[in-house]
């Protein structure tokens, strides 16, 4: 319980997106996923590489704009809602990736599980407005 705790105090004094948590860790999965899909096959350049970029860095930009709107609750939420669908629109291209055997099942879990803490965090936001 602590942890969280710190998570959401940190999360209220940020100065910047850049400062928070929830974005670290979305920069960074999206990050992750930019240097392996270098490996995904040239025939999924306009598709699942594409797709799964997008989404991904989606997330942190998102993020940036909503960032801007905290003092206009309904376009903050709005803005985080946009996030939390980037952010579950990466973890199915990560099923993907998966399934056309494109990263290995330890890979998936370990990125799935910062995709759905990324996901837990948004979630807090969403509903939790006034403290960001």
Not at 13 to 36: C, D, H, R
Not at 67 to 86: Q, V
Not at 110 to 129: A, D, F, Q, S, V
């Amino acid at each position: 319980m602590s942890v969280l705790f710190n998570f959401f105090r940190c999360e209220m004094g940020a100065a910047s997106f850049k400062e928070t948590k929830v974005y670290q860790k979305a920069f960074g999965l999206s990050m992750e996923i930019f240097e392996l899909s270098k490996s995904f096959p040239k025939e999924e350049r306009y598709a699942l590489t594409d797709q799964i970029r997008r989404c991904s860095r989606s997330v942190c930009s998102n993020l940036a704009e909503a960032f801007r709107k905290r003092r206009y609750p309904a376009h903050f939420i709005s803005k985080l809602t946009d996030c939390d669908g980037e952010n579950s629109e990466t973890g199915v291209w990560l099923d993907y990736a998966l399934a056309c055997e494109y990263i290995s099942a330890e890979v998936h879990r370990k990125l799935l599980e910062t995709n759905e803490e990324i996901g837990r965090m948004l979630y807090h936001m969403i509903h939790n407005p006034e403290r960001y």
